[in-house]
């Protein structure tokens, strides 16, 4: 199989120097209001990729790779001949503690590096940043957040509840229901959205969800697809569906970046400010739930 998609990467780049000629050049956001992204697409099918937010786990950490490069019709894939890896895991356990009155929540979140022949090389447990969760139904009265500070209710913070639970622990301790618990919904950005997760033991009392961020040096990016607009723009980040997001007004880097032409200079949308000497505050997110 890794054959026969190099063999059709190879084809596609053949038959397509013009185009590459044609889209070599940079491609940046252009401003630093939010993390900041440039993609250079060079003529000999040779790209380099450089953010201050990850493309893969949209944390704010420093990212840069380089790899090759294909165009077909309106589309730009990056590292094409790479197969495709799993990037973000998730595991769920329950247990019985020694407590009647107190539901026991624990949340990892691991990093987890390997090296090019696919050994874990480097392991590192940390707290989930921020998460919404809710048991049994879906819905925005029954959500609580948990985080290490409290959250900042501002014009792009979307949906906060109501319940907050600030701590820098990984567990924390709730109140039990006298419902009986089926489900827990939790939403975060290390699991790049909202999950479901059965509780089968009716007697358990202590849920633990950990999750994986595996990175692999050097080779993050496969098959990366970018869409080509009127010749200025490309966008950055497929929907499941296959389609494009156009937007990136509420959302930062790996959305839409424009070609660039002497230089990125401009003025934040966001704070009216020159860009190049712009010290605005970072955006404001809300967890996806």
Known sequence: MRNLITIIALFISAI??????????????????FPQLEITLNSDST????????????????FSE????????DTVILNPHLLKKTFVQSEFKEEVEANDTSLFLTFNHVKRYYDSSGNLILSDTEQIKQLDFAFNELKRKRLTRVEPHISVRCLFA????????????????????TEPLNKIFVGC?????????????????????TVYSNYYPGTQIRQMKMLLKKDKVL??????????????????TNY??????????????LYGQNVATSTASPYCVSIPS
């Open 47 to 62: 790209f380099e990729y450089l953010s201050t937010e990850h493309p893969i786990f949209y944390r704010r950490e420093s």
């Open 158 to 177: 979307g949906y906060i509840p109501k319940e907050e639970i600030i701590t820098n622990e990984r567990t924390v301790a709730i109140k039990k229901t």
């Open 16 to 33: 397509s120097p013009g185009q590459k000629k044609y889209l070599a050049g940079k491609w940046t956001n252009g401003n630093r209001c």
């Open 189 to 209: 950005y290390e699991l790049q959205g909202t999950k479901e997760f059965q509780i089968t033991n009716q007697r358990a009392n202590h849920f633990t969800l």
């Open 256 to 269: 839409k970046v424009k070609r660039m032409k002497g230089g990125s200079r401009g003025r934040c949308a």
């Open 66 to 73: 380089k790899g090759k490069w294909i165009a077909f019709n």
């Open 235 to 252: 966008y950055t980040r497929q929907k499941d569906n296959g389609d494009f997001f156009k937007d990136n007004f509420w959302f930062p």
